[in-house]
């Protein structure tokens, strides 16, 4: 099982909003993130600065890189584009952070 890490940014005031809109996660959004082998997904706010740091397990890093080119995570990006930052194709600015410890 190999663990990634990312941040991400969110807009300031847009806290609620981005709890909503996860708390309907799309049926066929977790679907998908499940089919592609992810667990453990987690993403934590921190409310100060609207830094999102998100955690998730996977079998094979490289089956995330097929998820940009998807349709329904294209539909997900353009509905969250207004509340956080994101590239000119929708998909979140999201920095990939690297390990430097890890208790198991």
């Not at 089919?35 to 997904?41: T, V």
């Amino acid at each position: 099982m190999q663990r990634v890490a990312f941040k991400m940014k969110l807009f300031k005031g847009q806290e609620a909003e981005y709890k909503r809109r996860h708390s309907e996660l799309w049926p066929e959004l977790q679907v998908l993130l499940k089919e592609s082998g992810i667990k453990d997904y987690s993403i934590f706010l921190e409310e100060n600065t609207g830094d999102l740091f998100g955690y998730l397990t996977i079998d094979d890093k490289t089956k995330l890189d097929k998820l940009p080119g998807l349709p329904v995570m294209k539909k997900w990006w353009a509905y969250m584009k207004d509340i956080m930052e994101t590239n000119p194709d929708n998909s979140p600015v999201s920095i990939t952070l690297q390990e430097v410890f890890y208790l198991p």
